[in-house]
């Protein structure tokens, strides 16, 4: 047994979030790789080897993104929520100034199709969060509601 699935043993807040975690990581690799892949299709027959390119960093970089906040919730199911909160808040905006230095790096690259990659990181995204979205309001998650 790993550490986190002890720590979700002992602590129901823990169980709560892996459960989360896993559901929307689920249903995110179900949705979002054949969207990236029709993105990579499509820019490679509009742009050539550049739109293929640019497609395939773009896919990469939004993947990664977004697959890193559900790593952040499993990393941080075991704590406090006022830390998971912290750390949600700290890795978003880690992750923003990442992308952000990641697609200036990449700025200058002429073998990448600039709006290719663009594209097929916001179509990534939107989908992963559309995704996630769907499997957090599915999973059965215990709430008070004070009356």
């Known amino acids: 047994m790993s550490e986190t699935e002890t720590e979700a043993q002992e602590n129901p807040h823990a169980k709560v979030v892996l459960q989360a975690a ?21 820019f490679s027959i509009l742009n050539g080897l550049p739109g293929f390119l640019g497609s395939l960093v773009g896919a990469v970089l939004a ?27 700290g890795g978003y905006v880690v992750k923003v100034v990442l992308l952000f230095g990641a697609l200036t790096l990449l700025k200058g690259v002429t073998a990448l199709h600039p709006m290719s990659l ?8 939107l989908v992963a969060a559309a995704a996630e979205f769907a499997a957090f309001r599915k999973t059965k998650i215990p709430t008070i509601i004070p009356s």
């Open 118 to 125: 663009g594209i097929t990181m916001i179509v990534a995204i």
């Open 22 to 42: 896993r559901a929307m990581t689920k249903a995110s690799l179900l949705v979002t790789p054949p969207a990236v892949l029709v993105c990579i299709v499509l």
């Open 63 to 89: 993947m990664v993104a977004s697959l890193s906040t559900l790593g952040l919730m499993r990393f941080s199911a075991g704590q406090d929520p006022m830390f998971v909160m912290v750390i949600a808040l």
